[in-house]
C-alpha cells in the first residue's frame, strides 16, 4: 500500500525455510551423491583410493600440524552445520553483515554492498553454496594428512579472507566500541592463519609454525590490550552502561540453556559493579599473556599458552555467549580459534614426532579415502553452483518472502475503456495476439509507485524487442487523473521510451470502475499528496482471460527490485512472452 510502511520479512519464512531446504538436502544431495559417484570411479581406477595417506609427508606429519587440522576441520564442519540454520537465507546479508559496514572505508564499503546485494539476488543459492563448501572443507581437513589437507588448507585460507573483508568488514576492526572480547579483529582472520600453515610444507611448518604464531598472538594481545585501554571505551563505566553488561542483557535474551544465561548474567553483573576495575583485569590478562607468548618461544613456558585459553574460553562464555544462539550464529567467534592456534603452537609440543596411529593404515586410508571423496564433491557443487549465480538472473526469493506467491486464475478480465498519455482512446486488449501486464499507478505518489515503475521498466528492458506485450498503469488517483499529471510521472520515472506502455485515465466515475472491478482500494482526501492503494499487478493472456494476480508491496532494494522482476518474467514466461 503506497504511503503505507513496508511489513518486514520474517527471517523464517515458510515458503522461503521450504525452498531452502529442498535446495539443501533434495537437489544438493543429489548432484553431490552424482558427483561423488563420479569421483570415487576415478579415485578407484587410478587406484589413488589405496595411497591416500599414505605419503612420506602424511605418515611424517608433525603433531602440532595434526592437532590444528583436526581443530580448523572441526570448527569448519560446525561453521558449514550452523549455514543450515533456516534463517541464513534472508538474514544473513542484512542481519550478519550489513551492521558492520558502519564506518568502513568507502573501498571496503563498496565491496561489502556488493555482496550484500549478490547474496540478497541469490539467497537460496548461495546459502546452499556456503553450507556445503564449509562442511567438505571441515571433512577432508579431518581425515586427510596429506597434499589433499594441504591443498584444501589453501583453499580454506583463502575463504576465509573472503569472509574476512567482505562478511566481517575486516573483522569490525573499524567498528566504534570494537574490542577483544566481542570478537575483534574477526575469527575468519585466525582460520585463515590456519589455513595458511596447513597449506605450507611440513617442513616450513615445524620450523617456523610455533615461533611464528605465538609471537604474532603476542601482537595480536599486544594491540587488543591497546583498544580495550581506550578512554572512549565504554568498559571503563560502571553500571548498566557499562559495555559488557549491556552485552550480556542483550545475549540473555536470546533462547538458550538456563545455566549458560545465568553465568552470563552473573559477569555481566559482575563488570557492572566493578565497572573500570573489571577491565583493568582484562587489560593485565591480556598484557601478561603477550608477555608470556613472546618469551615461551626461548623458555618454553606453557603457562602463557594455558593462561590465553583459560581466559579464551571464560570469555567465549561470558561475553560472547558462545556464539551460538539467535539464529544467524555462522561461527564460533574469535576467542576459539585463537586458543586453538596458541594450544597448538605450544613450546612442548613442537618437537614432537608424529602422533602414533591405532588403527591399521590401510583401513584408515580407505575410509578416509571414501569421506574426502564426498567432501571433494561438496566443495566441487558448491564452487560450480556460487560461481554460475554471479551470472544469474536475482531469485524470486525476496520477492516471494515478501509478497507471497502470485494467485493463477482463469477468467475474463473485466474490459473497459480509457484514454491513454497521448490522449487517445485505449481499449483493453485492442491489440490483438498480445498479452497485456496490467497495473495501478497514482502519478503523485512518491514511495511506492515510482519502484513499481522501474520494474515495469526493467521487465520490458530484459524482454526481446518484439515480445507481444502491452505494460498498462491505471491512474490511481481521484485528484490528480489528468493527463499532465501522467505525462509528467511517465517523464520524470524514465518510461517515456518504454515501449507499448500506455498510462491511462478518464472520468473519475470511469476510473473508479476499473479500481472496483479489479479489487483497487483507493483512499485519499483532497490534503493528501498522495493515495493510498492496493499493490496488485494483472497478466491477462491473448484472450483476455485474467491469468496470474501478483501481490507487489515492492522493496526500494536493488536486489529486492531485481527479485520482483524475476516473478513477473517467470510468470510473463508462462503466457509465452519472452
Not at 531446504?21 to 537437489?27: A, D, E, M
Not at 564442519?77 to 537465507?89: C, E, R
Not at 470502475?513 to 482500494?521: D, E, L, M, Q
Request: hydrophobic letters at 50%.
Amino acid at each position: 500500500m503506497p504511503g503505507m510502511s513496508h511489513k518486514s520479512i520474517d527471517l523464517t519464512n515458510a515458503l522461503v525455510v521450504s525452498m531452502f531446504r529442498h535446495s539443501l538436502f533434495v537437489t544438493g544431495v543429489l548432484w553431490l551423491t552424482g558427483l561423488a559417484v563420479v569421483l570415487m570411479l576415478v579415485v578407484a581406477l587410478t587406484r589413488v583410493i589405496l595411497r591416500f595417506n599414505l605419503s612420506s609427508e602424511g605418515l611424517d606429519e608433525p603433531r602440532a600440524r595434526t592437532y590444528l587440522r583436526w581443530a580448523f576441520g572441526a570448527m569448519w564442519l560446525i561453521d558449514g552445520i550452523l549455514q543450515f540454520q533456516a534463517s541464513m537465507p534472508l538474514g544473513l546479508a542484512n542481519h550478519v553483515v550489513a551492521p558492520v559496514t558502519v564506518n568502513t572505508p568507502s573501498w571496503l564499503h563498496a565491496m561489502m554492498e556488493h555482496g550484500i546485494y549478490l547474496w540478497n539476488s541469490h539467497p537460496i543459492v548461495l546459502a546452499v553454496g556456503v553450507a556445503w563448501l564449509q562442511v567438505g572443507i571441515g571433512l577432508i581437513l579431518l581425515v586427510s594428512n596429506g597434499r589433499s589437507s594441504r591443498i584444501v588448507g589453501g583453499i580454506s585460507a583463502l575463504w576465509a579472507a573472503l569472509i574476512w573483508f567482505i562478511g566481517n568488514g575486516a573483522g569490525g576492526i573499524f567498528l566504534t566500541g570494537a574490542s577483544f572480547l566481542f570478537g575483534w579483529p574477526g575469527a575468519t582472520l585466525f582460520y585463515f592463519v590456519a589455513g595458511v600453515w596447513l597449506l605450507v610444507k611440513p617442513d616450513t611448518f615445524r620450523r617456523l609454525f610455533s615461533t611464528v604464531t605465538l609471537r604474532g598472538l603476542s601482537v595480536v594481545l599486544v594491540l587488543a590490550a591497546l583498544v580495550q585501554s581506550l578512554p572512549s571505551t565504554e568498559f571503563w563505566h560502571g553500571g548498566n552502561t557499562n559495555a559488557l553488561t549491556t552485552m550480556t542483557t542483550y545475549m540473555t535474551g536470546l533462547a538458550q540453556p538456563h545455566w549458560l544465561a545465568w553465568f552470563v548474567r552473573r559477569v555481566g553483573s559482575l563488570a557492572a559493579s566493578m565497572g573500570g576495575g573489571f577491565n583493568l583485569v582484562v587489560i593485565i590478562w591480556l598484557v601478561v599473556c603477550a608477555i608470556g607468548l613472546w618469551m615461551s618461544v626461548e623458555r618454553r613456558w606453557s603457562w602463557p599458552v594455558w593462561t590465553l585459553v583459560v581466559g579464551c574460553v571464560f570469555f567465549w562464555l561470558a561475553s560472547e555467549d558462545t556464539a551460538l544462539f539467535g539464529g544467524l550464529a555462522t561461527d564460533l567467534n574469535s576467542l576459539i580459534p585463537i586458543a586453538v592456534l596458541a594450544r597448538c603452537a605450544t613450546p612442548k609440543l613442537r618437537d614432537l614426532g608424529p602422533r602414533e596411529r591405532r588403527l591399521p593404515r590401510e583401513m584408515t586410508s580407505s575410509a578416509g579415502a571414501v569421506v574426502a571423496t564426498f567432501a571433494s564433491a561438496m566443495i566441487l557443487f558448491s564452487a560450480f553452483t556460487m560461481a554460475g549465480a554471479t551470472f544469474a538472473s536475482a531469485e524470486t526469493t525476496l520477492y516471494e518472502a515478501h509478497n507471497g506467491p502470485a494467485s493463477a486464475i482463469s477468467a475474463p478480465a473485466p474490459a473497459f475503456t480509457l484514454t491513454d498519455q497521448f490522449d487517445k482512446t485505449y481499449k483493453l486488449g485492442e491489440h490483438s495476439g498480445r498479452v497485456t501486464l496490467l497495473a495501478f499507478l497514482d502519478p503523485r505518489c512518491f514511495t511506492d509507485c515510482p519502484l513499481l515503475a522501474q520494474q515495469l521498466e526493467h521487465v520490458r528492458a530484459e524482454l526481446s524487442a518484439n515480445a507481444q506485450l502491452d505494460i498498462v498503469a491505471v491512474a490511481a488517483d481521484p485528484y490528480h487523473e489528468k493527463l499532465s499529471d501522467l505525462r509528467h510521472f511517465i517523464t520524470i520515472r524514465g518510461l517515456a521510451h518504454v515501449k507499448n506502455f500506455y498510462f491511462v485515465t478518464g472520468k473519475l466515475a470511469d476510473v473508479r470502475k476499473v479500481w472496483k472491478a479489479y479489487g483497487i482500494g483507493v483512499t485519499m482526501t483532497p490534503t493528501n499528496k498522495m493515495s493510498v492503494h492496493s499493490d496488485f499487478m494483472f497478466i491477462i493472456n491473448a484472450k483476455g482471460t485474467l491469468h496470474w494476480i501478483i501481490p507487489d508491496d515492492p522493496l526500494s532494494s536493488k536486489s529486492g527490485q531485481a527479485s520482483a522482476v524475476s516473478e513477473l518474467r517467470s510468470l510473463l514466461a508462462s503466457v509465452n512472452v519472452h
